[in-house]
Nanobody
Framework: QVQLVESGGGLVQAGGSLRLSCAAS??????AGWFRQAPGKEREFVAA????????RYADSVKGRFTISRDNAKNTVFLQMNGLMPEDTAIYSC?????????????????WGLGTQVTVSS
């Protein structure tokens, strides 16, 4: 089992920045990802990172603004979000795979956190 706890969300003005953290406990995990869900919308992929952090992937909507990283010594995955826009408002959740390469598909992840709210005002 892997337990994931997100933190770092909050209210920020458009153009601002936030850094989300996802602390993992329990067994080791392979690749990890961030997803978000806005009210009335389906969950969507944001970013993913391989176990070694050598590979990353981003949704087109956040490319160039968001950066995913991880600290395996601390079992933590991060999402640095710059240039935030009102359309980035959503609940952000991290997810982890016990094994396998990074993926954009939610169904391929084994563990999920409860999420943290990010609200961007215009």
């Amino acid at each position: 089992q892997v337990q994931l706890v997100e933190s770092g969300g909050g209210l920020v003005q458009a153009g601002g920045s936030l850094r989300l953290s996802c602390a993992a406990s329990g067994r080791a995990f392979s690749s990890a990802g961030w997803f978000r869900q806005a009210p009335g919308k389906e969950r969507e992929f944001v970013a993913a990172i391989s176990r070694s952090a050598g590979l990353t992937r981003y949704a087109d909507s956040v490319k160039g603004r968001f950066t995913i990283s991880r600290d395996n010594a601390k079992n933590t995955v991060f999402l640095q979000m710059n240039g935030l826009m009102p359309e980035d408002t959503a609940i952000y959740s991290c997810a982890a795979r016990t094994w396998g390469d990074l993926t954009t598909r939610p169904r391929n992840y084994d563990y999920w956190g409860l999420g943290t709210q990010v609200t961007v005002s215009s």
